[in-house]
Nanobody
Framework: QVQLVESGGGLVQAGGSLRLSCAAS????????MGWFRQAPGKEREFVGRIIWNGRSTYYADSVKGRFTISKDDAKNTVYLQMNSLKPEDTAVYYC?????????????????WGQGTQVTVSS
């Protein structure tokens, strides 16, 4: 089992920044990739981006490319989502997820473990 705990959400004005953290514990040696997803009220869960656990290769959704950055601190087993130039449409509950698949994709089903989610609200 892998446990994921997110933190760092909150309320920010449009154009502002937030950094989300996702601390992983447990059988982290089985993790191949970490992803971030978000879900706004009444909408489906949406892929934001992902990082390969050992290689740091990243991939982002077009909607956040150039504004969001995923990074990882190996010593802390923590993945970060730095969000800049936030827009009201970025408002959602953000989830981190861990995949044991060799090809973690953009779909939620390719991830095996999920955090509890953290609310991000961007005011206009």
């Amino acid at each position: 089992q892998v446990q994921l705990v997110e933190s760092g959400g909150g309320l920010v004005q449009a154009g502002g920044s937030l950094r989300l953290s996702c601390a992983a514990s447990g059988r982290t040696f089985s993790v191949y990739g970490m992803g971030w997803f978000r879900q706004a009220p009444g909408k489906e869960r949406e892929f934001v981006g992902r990082i390969i656990w050992n290689g740091r290769s990243t991939y982002y959704a077009d909607s956040v490319k150039g504004r969001f950055t995923i990074s990882k601190d190996d010593a802390k087993n923590t993945v970060y989502l730095q969000m800049n130039s936030l827009k009201p449409e970025d408002t959602a509950v953000y989830y981190c997820a861990a995949s044991t698949s060799s090809q973690p994709g953009t779909w939620a089903a390719s991830y095996d473990y999920w955090g509890q989610g953290t609310q991000v609200t961007v005011s206009s």
